[in-house]
């Protein structure tokens, strides 16, 4: 499996606060067969003091990953807004281990007109990048099947948490995620791991499981083929 989110970059956003606390949870990707992690710190705007930040501590964070055999590659989580563009062309925000892809979140309770989000994703699309939107099962106002089939139908990737495909995440969430599922609107599905007993990649391994008992060969488009094409340079 790769996954292309996660928040095991220690002391730079919500997820690690430690590089204690994500060499665990690096024994934990090796324990769950993970062999790719794209790491992604939350980012909003230009910080350059936090952004040489994450690049420090996660060239030591990959020396560890590679001691453990894992491939850590650098991204960053971006905060959607009409700035992405201009914040993407400084070249400090970074894309998905150096492609064209790249994530993209919205605030948790905003409620943003779809056709603006629309025509802003297309004008993003236009300026050469890839976006793959983080867990819109996550977001209240969104949750809307026409919604992501707008988005999918303009090249946006859709991106579902595994804690969202579980029994024990909320009930509206879980419905709405197995929804997207049923409709076949999911392309990727990735931990968000925070390093905590909530998120972590274990849950990217129950998921797998239980996807792929579930869907065959859909489940490995989602956690492996998928994954591994954003993350290579040449597509
Ligand atoms: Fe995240």
Do not use: W
Request: with cysteine; hydrophobic share 35%; net charge positive.
């Amino acid at each position: 499996m790769i996954d292309i989110h996660s928040h095991i970059i220690f002391d730079v956003d919500d997820g690690s606060k430690t590089l204690e606390q994500s060499i665990k949870y690096l024994e934990e990707i090796k324990k769950v067969g993970i062999k790719k992690v794209v790491c992604t710190p939350h980012i909003k705007n230009q910080n350059d003091e936090k952004l040489r930040k994450i690049d420090i501590n996660y060239k030591i964070l990959k020396e560890e990953a590679n001691k453990r055999g894992i491939e850590l590659y650098l991204g960053n989580e971006i905060m959607y807004s009409e700035k992405i563009i201009t914040l993407l062309n400084n070249e400090n925000i970074h894309t998905l281990n150096n492609t064209k892809y790249i994530l993209v979140e919205f605030k948790r309770n905003e409620n943003m007109d779809e056709e603006s989000i629309i025509t802003i994703f297309e004008k993003i699309i236009d300026a050469g990048y890839n976006p793959i939107l983080a867990h819109p099962e996550l977001y209240r106002h969104y949750r809307h099947i026409d919604f992501v089939e707008k988005l999918r139908a303009i090249g946006v990737i859709i991106q579902i948490d595994a804690t969202s495909v579980l029994a024990s995440s909320p009930f509206n969430i879980y419905i709405y995620t197995h929804k997207l599922l049923k409709n076949c609107l999911v392309d990727i599905v990735a931990s968000d791991s925070h390093c905590t007993r909530k998120r972590n990649f274990k849950s990217l391994s129950k998921a797998y499981k239980k996807l792929k008992r579930k869907y065959g060969d859909y489940a490995d488009i989602m956690f492996k083929e998928n994954p591994e094409a954003v993350t290579k340079k040449s597509v």
